[in-house]
């Protein structure tokens, strides 16, 4: 009699917790839905803020002149670095000795292959 009393008690507590645990899912989800909506509110607050301060940039920027293109190439002009003379000189030296080098080379190749193409043909 006993043993069955304690299942039952054992039944009835497990029955209770199942209860008190789907009332707690469900007030758990319900707080969930409700923090979400709020974070959605947020962040559609945010996003027309950030629309109306580009908004207003964009006014901004349009009152602005329009510059020309010949102002602003003349502009990037002025932001290059041009070489000195003297390294104008150095340069042009180095890529006419390089295409001679180049040049040697290549009839070098040329002229060897000629010969033993000569001596196995």
């Given at each position: 009699?006993?043993?069955?009393?304690?299942?039952?008690?054992?039944?009835?507590?497990?029955?209770?917790?199942?209860?008190?645990?789907?009332?707690?899912q469900e007030e758990f989800v319900e707080e969930i839905d409700e923090l979400e909506v709020e974070e959605v509110k947020e962040d559609i607050s945010s996003k027309k803020e950030k629309k109306e301060k580009d908004s207003k940039k964009k006014k901004v920027?349009?009152?602005?002149?329009?510059?020309?293109?010949?102002?602003?190439?003349?502009?990037?002009?002025?932001?290059?670095?041009?070489?000195?003379?003297?390294?104008?000189?150095?340069?042009?030296?180095?890529?006419?000795?390089?295409?001679?080098?180049?040049?040697?080379?290549?009839?070098?190749?040329?002229?060897?292959?000629?010969?033993?193409?000569?001596?196995?043909?």
């Amino acid at each position: 009699m006993a043993v069955k009393k304690k299942v039952k008690d054992i039944e009835f507590s497990e029955e209770k917790k199942t209860k008190k645990g789907k009332h707690l899912q469900e007030e758990f989800v319900e707080e969930i839905d409700e923090l979400e909506v709020e974070e959605v509110k947020e962040d559609i607050s945010s996003k027309k803020e950030k629309k109306e301060k580009d908004s207003k940039k964009k006014k901004v920027t349009k009152k602005e002149k329009k510059e020309s293109y010949i102002h602003s190439v003349r502009k990037e002009l002025k932001k290059v670095v041009w070489p000195k003379g003297g390294d104008i000189l150095k340069y042009t030296l180095a890529v006419i000795i390089l295409c001679v080098v180049l040049a040697l080379f290549f009839a070098g190749v040329e002229l060897l292959a000629a010969f033993i193409k000569g001596v196995f043909v």
